[in-house]
């Protein structure tokens, strides 16, 4: 109904995001962002859980023309068949049981603006085939309705997984694949941009902050746990932890034992080891590279699956922070 909409509407208006990074892949990416935004063209971004892809699209968005309007979300995986079709375009009175009134799916609700629809590679095949069509058409009709409505939208969608693997799969249209990836971002985890744990690290204390007033910073231990654990939930999971943390801390600075991470990765080593002190966040990646080769004995293979990066972005780093044997 029309209370449940304008609370959902003031609820996208109040979410807000910003992507802090220092990283040179990340801001290539966010200059990119700013130069798609002015256009009007589909959208792609994939990348691990957690790596900021509705970041990424409220971005894009809020860079467009159409950032005056709004920004409505679907998570395409959290929704059944039925209710996706009808969450996506609407329904019309006694479409089915318990349709007791017409309802505007979020096709309409995004009608000027931009709809983001995360996890795109959960969709289901027959509803892939009408969401084609608005992509090619601008039109749709409501479930059980029989009106064509047309529509002004910029679609933003997301994945974690292989759409390509998907097309083979027979789990995905190709034709849909390709309308939506007139331009794609891939996002990287945080494992391979750990000079950012930082700079995240004192944003998200920050933000929760107002939980626990006492607490100001973050121990030199626990910085170094930060930057040397993996993060397979990438940022969300960092931003979990800390929260976590910031309200379990006794003390004025969030120490190692408040951060409750299993022993994974360099920690587990117990041999890699390296001071944070009061380094820049340039010297602590550097320090954390020079220390996982001198163990390592520069088994570039081996200390790129210490650190989870690849080899590729091994070899930069190193470049980078001109390190040699």
Not at 16 to 44: C, F, H, P
Not at 48 to 73: C, D, M, Y
Not at 78 to 97: K, P
Request: net charge positive; with cysteine.
């Amino acid at each position: 109904n029309l209370r449940e909409e304008n609370r959902f509407l003031r609820a996208e208006l109040e979410k807000k995001g910003e992507i802090i990074t220092q990283s040179q892949e990340m801001r290539r990416l966010k200059d990119l962002i700013k130069q798609v935004a002015r256009t009007e063209a589909t959208v792609l971004v994939t990348g691990e859980t957690g790596t900021g892809k509705e970041l990424v699209a409220r971005a894009i968005h809020q860079g467009s023309p159409r950032k005056r309007n709004l920004f409505v979300t679907v998570n395409c995986a959290a929704l059944a068949e039925g209710v996706l079709e009808s969450e996506l375009f609407g329904h019309e009175r006694g479409a089915f049981t318990d349709a007791y009134i017409q309802r505007r799916g979020r096709f309409e609700l995004a009608d000027g603006g931009t709809l983001f629809l995360d996890e795109i590679g959960d969709i289901p095949l027959t509803t892939q085939a009408k969401l084609l069509r608005v992509l090619q058409e601008g039109e749709f009709e409501r479930v059980g309705g029989e009106e064509t409505i047309k529509v002004d939208v910029r679609i933003i969608a997301a994945t974690n997984q292989n759409l390509l693997q998907a097309i083979k799969e027979k789990r995905f249209r190709e034709d849909l694949f390709y309308r939506l990836n007139v331009v794609s971002f891939d996002l990287p985890p945080l494992r391979e941009r750990k000079e950012d744990i930082p700079l995240l690290a004192q944003y998200i204390l920050k933000k929760y902050r107002t939980v626990n007033r006492h607490v100001e910073g973050i121990g030199k231990e626990a910085l170094g746990r930060l930057i040397s654990y993996p993060w397979p939930g990438n940022v969300r999971e960092l931003e979990n932890t800390l929260e976590r943390a910031v309200i379990l801390a006794k003390g004025p600075s969030i120490e190692e034992e408040d951060l409750s991470l299993p022993f994974r990765s360099l920690s587990s080593l117990g041999k890699v080891s390296f001071s944070v002190g009061s380094k820049t966040l340039r010297e602590v990646e550097r320090s954390l590279l020079a220390a996982v080769l001198e163990e390592t004995h520069w088994n570039l293979s081996k200390a790129a699956q210490i650190l989870e990066i690849s080899r590729t972005t091994l070899y930069s780093k190193i470049k980078k922070h001109k390190l040699a044997k």
